[in-house]
């Protein structure tokens, strides 16, 4: 194994001014130590990561870091900068940065070394002895955990001789209270294991007897069940969902973001402690956070502080994956039954009562008929895992049942939306009711289930059923009356949704559009789903065209990109362009929203039709009116293309006009000089 950190990854002078300075500087050492394949894609990865969270810690320290299959093997460099660097830390600017580079398969071993510097940064001696040093090669030693014989000798003494007192302790009989603690963060590389280092900490200075378990890159060893058995009460420091938590159910919980842990422990122990002895039990579930744990936590980033709006798009869009594999097996069969059989077989009868094994009739009809019965799924699971999203697996039971019921009342997809979002809000309403510990064991199972689809089944068939129903039949009206300009202007916003973030919340909101209309398919709701796929193709083909015809235009890596970009394309892969367009948003972004424009205008005018939520190309032969559609997609293309060459063109010219007016200026001033 490679050394992680060697003297030419040091630099003990970082004059870069912001972070993205600072990155790119210490990654070009990367870079020269062959760390690193390729800076910009790296530097891109970098980036994202950094989107998620800031890196900065207290204490003056940077941590940029992410996992990239740009990394050619787990490296870490270091940065030491006299003026400070703002990584988003709240006491100020950090003076020590680390760039720690993970390749995107990495093994444990070398997790397990990102792992142990992340616990060494909360040492003060370490922190300290980094700030002192002047040998870049001492410096990557010091990183690297090789301390001089002395010191290592003193560590193990002080190791033997710390060892007893625990067990001192147990022996007559003061049990110390025992805290244990699951730490994660986005990434698994820093922020994981420097919160586990940091509440064990915490509790050997205040006496408590911390185990943490870290839910990192670096794996996932669960707790033996006899420790969080033993444990008077529990700490999540986490911005990613805990794994397993039901086995820390019936303890005292305290639930925070990562950064939390980090910074401070103590008091998260001390509230832990006051949670014990105030005998407050968490009511923990799979979904979400413990509801008696909230403390006001600021430093949590994730969902649970969401704005309403974030949520919301959450809960549906958990909904809406969940049924989309019904729609795409189901629409595939129902289209192949078509193709084979024509539409008339929409109507033959049962293939249970008749089906004759050489007609090809028959194979259509069981195609058709297996299709619908998947399709009949969809309303329901809608319904289901929305509600799963909002208040986990007691939801699913009413969720489904509202699901069932609005499909009873013709209420189709909008009734499914709304039947989800009643079933979750019911069950969490249920859940905030305190109720006594014997029937604890019971509410998720029977209790729950059985009130909450009551309410649900009562709201839906006599609520607000009907008007729902009417709702959709006239949306259903609405896009089956679709013609002419009308049509065409939907296309346009469509297209220009899916095109705008390629695969962020706008492209999302528009495909849920066009997956719900498959759920009650109607001639406009296939032209809706055929126009978004179109649409959602032109991205990705138009950055391939664009690499191919101007190659000058692109770096290595984006022509490279260019390349994967023609399957990605076709596949209808949209995120396919975000490297494009995150290196060049002003000049991707508005060019591929033209081009997305255009075809799903051209795709609504044309009257293409489709039932397959997605497949690109390869389900052409399914699709109605398959020449035009294409040819609609074509033209999209090469609108993007155009635009993006052109606008490239432009900023590429714009420089060596300004450099040839630069030297004709310099010497004419030159001139006078001379005379």
């Given at each position: 194994m490679s050394e992680l950190i060697t003297a030419e990854l040091v630099d003990l002078d970082l004059s870069a001014a912001t972070k993205d300075a600072?990155?790119?500087?210490?990654?070009?050492?990367?870079?020269?130590?062959?760390?690193?394949?390729?800076?910009?894609?790296?530097?891109?990865?970098?980036?994202?990561?950094?989107?998620?969270?800031?890196?900065?810690?207290?204490?003056?320290?940077?941590?940029?870091?992410?996992?990239?299959?740009?990394?050619?093997?787990?490296?870490?460099?270091?940065?030491?900068?006299?003026?400070?660097?703002?990584?988003?830390?709240?006491?100020?600017?950090?003076?020590?940065?680390?760039?720690?580079?993970?390749?995107?398969?990495?093994?444990?071993?070398?997790?397990?070394?990102?792992?142990?510097?992340?616990?060494?940064?909360?040492?003060?001696?370490?922190?300290?002895?980094?700030?002192?040093?002047?040998?870049?090669?001492?410096?990557?030693?010091?990183?690297?955990?090789?301390?001089?014989?002395?010191?290592?000798?003193?560590?193990?003494?002080?190791?033997?001789?710390?060892?007893?007192?625990?067990?001192?302790a147990e022996a007559a009989g003061s049990v110390p209270f025992r805290i244990v603690a699951v730490t994660s963060c986005p990434t698994g590389i820093a922020h994981t294991y420097m919160a586990a280092e940091s509440l064990a900490a915490a509790g050997r200075a205040e006496g408590v007897e911390v185990t943490v378990e870290t839910q990192g890159s670096g794996g996932f060893k669960k707790l033996d069940p006899a420790v969080i058995a033993a444990a008077d009460a529990v700490i999540w420091a986490h911005d990613v969902e805990v794994r397993e938590?039901?086995?820390?159910?019936?303890?005292?919980?305290?639930?925070?973001?990562?950064?939390?842990?980090?910074?401070?422990?103590?008091?998260?122990?001390?509230?832990?402690?006051?949670?014990?002895?105030?005998?407050?039990?968490?009511?923990?579930?799979?979904?979400?956070?413990?509801?008696?744990?909230?403390?006001?936590?600021a430093d949590r980033s994730g969902a649970d502080h969401a704005h309403f709006g974030v949520r919301l798009r959450t809960y549906l869009m958990s909904g809406v994956s969940y049924m989309v594999p019904f729609v795409a097996a189901g629409g595939l069969l129902i289209a192949l039954s078509f193709a084979i059989g024509g539409y008339e077989i929409a109507s033959a009868k049962s293939v249970a009562d008749h089906f004759v094994w050489g007609e090809a009739d028959s194979w259509a009809a069981l195609l058709n008929q297996i299709g619908s019965a998947a399709f009949a799924f969809l309303v329901p699971v809608l319904a289901g895992y929305i509600a799963y999203g909002m208040a986990d697996r007691?939801?699913?039971?009413?969720?489904?049942?509202?699901?069932?019921?609005?499909?009873?009342?013709?209420?189709?997809?909008?009734?499914?939306?709304?039947?989800?979002?009643?079933?979750?809000?019911?069950?969490?309403?249920?859940?905030?009711?305190?109720?006594?510990?014997?029937?604890?064991?019971?509410?998720?199972?029977?209790?729950?289930?059985?009130?909450?689809?009551?309410?649900?089944?009562?709201?839906?068939?006599?609520?607000?059923?009907?008007?729902?129903?009417?709702?959709?039949?006239?949306?259903?009206?609405?896009?089956?009356?679709?013609?002419?300009?009308?049509?065409?202007?939907?296309?346009?916003?469509?297209?220009?949704?899916?095109?705008?973030?390629?695969?962020?919340?706008?492209?999302?909101?528009?495909?849920?559009?066009?997956?719900?209309?498959?759920?009650?398919?109607?001639?406009?709701?296939?032209?809706?789903?055929?126009?978004?796929?179109?649409?959602?193709?032109?991205?990705?083909?138009?950055?391939?065209?664009?690499?191919?015809?101007?190659?000058?235009?692109?770096?290595?890596?984006?022509?490279?990109?260019?390349?994967?970009?023609?399957?990605?394309?076709?596949?209808?892969?949209?995120?396919?362009?975000?490297?494009?367009?995150?290196?060049?948003?002003?000049?991707?972004?508005?060019?591929?929203m033209a081009g997305g424009a255009v075809t799903g205008a051209l795709s609504m005018a044309f009257g293409a039709t489709l039932r397959a939520p997605h497949g690109g190309v390869f389900v052409v032969p399914l699709i109605g009116e398959p020449f035009l559609y294409l040819l609609a997609i074509a033209a999209g293309t090469l609108v993007a293309t155009a635009l993006v060459v052109l606008l490239k063109g432009a900023r590429r010219a714009a420089p060596d006009a300004a450099g040839e007016a630069g030297a004709a200026g310099s010497d004419d001033s030159r001139v006078p000089v001379a005379a």
């Open positions: 600072a990155a790119r500087s210490l990654a070009e050492r990367m870079v020269a130590a062959h760390r690193v394949t390729d800076l910009d894609g790296f530097l891109a990865d970098v980036a994202a990561r950094e989107a998620q969270m800031p890196t900065g810690l207290d204490g003056g320290i940077g941590i940029p870091h992410c996992r990239s299959e740009h990394v050619a093997a787990p490296t870490l460099a270091f940065g030491r900068s006299a003026a400070g660097i703002d990584f988003g830390a709240a006491d100020g600017p950090a003076d020590l940065v680390f760039l720690i580079a993970a390749p995107a398969g990495a093994d444990d071993d070398h997790l397990t070394i990102l792992s142990g510097l992340a616990r060494r940064l909360m040492d003060p001696e370490f922190t300290a002895s980094l700030r002192a040093g002047t040998d870049p090669a001492a410096v990557a030693a010091l990183i690297r955990g090789e301390a001089p014989a002395e010191e290592r000798a003193a560590e193990e003494k002080e190791e033997e001789g710390t060892a007893p007192e625990a067990e001192t938590k039901t086995r820390f159910r019936g303890k005292p919980l305290v639930d925070v973001g990562v950064k939390a842990g980090i910074n401070r422990p103590a008091e998260l122990i001390a509230e832990a402690r006051r949670k014990a002895e105030r005998g407050e039990i968490a009511a923990v579930s799979e979904a979400g956070r413990g509801k008696d744990s909230g403390d006001g936590d007691p939801a699913l039971v009413p969720g489904f049942v509202g699901g069932s019921i609005a499909l009873t009342v013709n209420a189709g997809f909008l009734g499914g939306l709304v039947a989800g979002l009643l079933a979750g809000a019911v069950v969490m309403a249920i859940q905030r009711v305190p109720v006594h510990a014997t029937l604890r064991g019971i509410m998720p199972v029977l209790v729950i289930p059985l009130i909450a689809s009551a309410v649900v089944g009562f709201l839906m068939f006599i609520v607000v059923g009907k008007p729902i129903a009417s709702l959709q039949n006239a949306l259903t009206d609405w896009l089956n009356g679709l013609s002419g300009s009308n049509a065409v202007i939907l296309g346009v916003v469509l297209g220009l949704m899916m095109c705008f973030d390629m695969g962020g919340p706008l492209n999302k909101v528009a495909y849920a559009f066009a997956v719900g209309g498959l759920a009650d398919p109607t001639d406009g709701s296939l032209k809706v789903m055929a126009a978004v796929m179109a649409a959602g193709m032109v991205p990705p083909l138009a950055m391939a065209l664009a690499t191919t015809v101007r190659k000058k235009l692109f770096t290595k890596t984006e022509r490279e990109n260019g390349r994967a970009a023609w399957v990605l394309g076709a596949s209808f892969i949209t995120e396919g362009a975000i490297p494009f367009a995150a290196a060049d948003p002003l000049r991707v972004i508005p060019s591929v």
